[in-house]
Every structure is written in structure tokens, then in C-alpha cells.
């Protein structure tokens, strides 16, 4: 074995890369190399320095678009394992895809529809089956609820300054409110999401990373569909002024 080629294999064998055979001729040869073996001694002590050094924080949001690329490239991983899991992927973003190009229509299919049938029901008064219109809706949207601990050590949805999820668009957002828009899978979990005003709060992340909510329906169907998690911003106190 000659020394170019143990140089080249040196870090593999500080890994444990190296196969067994391999590695015991490589051992060998360093016991009787001076040159190989300081070559050796350099690379820990290389490695030992580097270990010890200080290490930058990572940014929150950094960190957050990393564990999101993160559960990305597992599930497209995951997608590619067979081809019965290939096609269901196929499906769900063909589904988000039609559900995008389809929800401008949604709303008002869906009042003609309703506007039909309380017409039909009026001019036919002695129908006698019930109408459960509203629980058969063309489509509803994700929901959920931020549950957080409140002062007083019990867990409430009323804390002012938590997050809260709105479903839709809704006029009495803050102008200076922290808003995240998220984007929900047919399983309840936040597949993408976007800053759309504010700042990335730690509470927002946790939303972002860990919840679960009710997903939206098509036709009764879970599907994909939007929210917005809105945190009004915390009050700063005003300095109190010192009496002279």
C-alpha cells in the first residue's frame, strides 16, 4: 500500500469508513510509515481543534425554513420508495393544484346551489325529509384553535397575545399584527408556509412545526386548504419616570 493512497484514505479512516481488511493494512502501514503517521496525528489533531471552536447561532427563521425543506425532501423521498407511493403524490398535488384554480368558483357555485335548494324548499312545503345542507358544504376550510398556558397555570384559547388562527380573510387583523399564511396537507399538518406580514415569532414557528389541525373538505373529502395564524404584537410598558 503506498503512502499517496493512504493520504487519500485517511479521513475515511478517521470516520470508519474504511473496510476491515483495508483498515488493518492501512494500521499497518502507518505503525512502519513515520511520514503516514504524522500525516495521521495532524488529521485528529485537526479534527480536535475544529470540535472545540465556537459555534454562530443559527437565525430562528433559518432555522425554521430548514426543518420545512427538511419535512420536504422527506416526503419527496418517501414518495420515490415505490410506485403506488409515487402516485399518491401525484394525486395530492394534482389536488392542490385544481383546489388553487377552483376556489374563485367555489363560493359562488356554492350560492347558487344553496340558493336552489331554499328555492325548491319553499315552493315544495310538503317535503318532509330534513336538510342538512350545512353539514355537507362544498368545501370548508382547515380548522383549529392555539391553546396556550395562562396565567393562572390552566390552559385557555383567551391569552391576548398568543396566536390565533383565522380561516379566510378577516377585516379586524391588527395593521401591525405578526401574519404567517399556511398552507394545510389533507393530514392536518402545515406543509408550506409564508411571511406575509410582521415578524417571525418563536410561538409562530411552534405553530408552524408542530400543529395539527382539522383539515379542509371537497365535497366532504379532507383536501389541502389555507389559514393564517395571526399574533397581535406585545405591548411594550411605557418607562416609568423617576420623582424628584
Not at 14 to 37: F, K, N, Q, Y
Not at 138 to 145: A, S
Request: glycine letters at 6%; hydrophobic letters at 45%; one cysteine or more.
Amino acid at each position: 500500500m503506498s503512502c499517496d493512497h493512504v493520504h487519500d484514505l485517511i479521513s475515511s479512516f478517521l470516520d470508519g469508513a474504511v473496510p476491515a481488511e483495508e483498515r488493518e493494512m492501512m494500521s499497518a502501514h502507518i505503525r512502519s510509515c513515520r511520514e503516514c503517521g504524522v500525516r495521521l496525528e495532524f488529521e485528529q489533531d485537526l479534527r480536535s481543534a475544529l470540535r472545540t471552536m465556537d459555534h454562530a447561532p443559527v437565525p430562528a427563521a433559518l432555522s425554521a425554513n430548514l426543518r420545512v425543506l427538511a419535512s420536504h425532501e422527506r416526503a419527496r423521498q418517501q414518495s420515490r420508495v415505490s410506485f403506488p407511493a409515487r402516485v399518491k403524490a401525484w394525486r395530492s398535488y394534482a389536488r392542490l393544484a385544481f383546489d388553487n384554480m377552483m376556489r374563485p368558483f367555489a363560493v359562488p357555485v356554492a350560492g347558487g346551489l344553496l340558493s336552489a335548494l331554499i328555492a325548491f324548499g319553499t315552493l315544495v312545503p310538503t317535503l318532509t325529509f330534513q336538510h342538512a345542507f350545512a353539514d355537507q358544504s362544498l368545501f370548508t376550510d382547515p380548522d383549529g384553535e392555539v391553546v396556550a398556558l395562562g396565567s393562572n397555570g390552566y390552559l385557555a384559547q383567551s391569552v391576548s397575545d398568543i396566536p390565533r388562527i383565522v380561516r379566510g380573510d378577516d377585516a379586524d387583523i391588527p395593521a401591525d399584527a405578526n401574519v404567517v399564511d399556511l398552507v394545510i396537507d389533507e393530514n392536518g399538518r402545515v406543509s408550506d408556509w409564508s411571511l406575509a406580514r410582521g415578524q417571525l415569532t418563536p410561538d409562530l414557528q411552534s405553530i408552524i412545526m408542530f400543529s395539527q389541525f382539522k383539515p379542509a373538505t371537497y365535497l366532504g373529502q379532507p383536501t389541502w386548504g389555507r389559514v393564517k395564524a395571526v399574533q397581535a404584537p406585545i405591548p411594550v410598558p411605557a418607562p416609568r419616570r423617576l420623582r424628584s
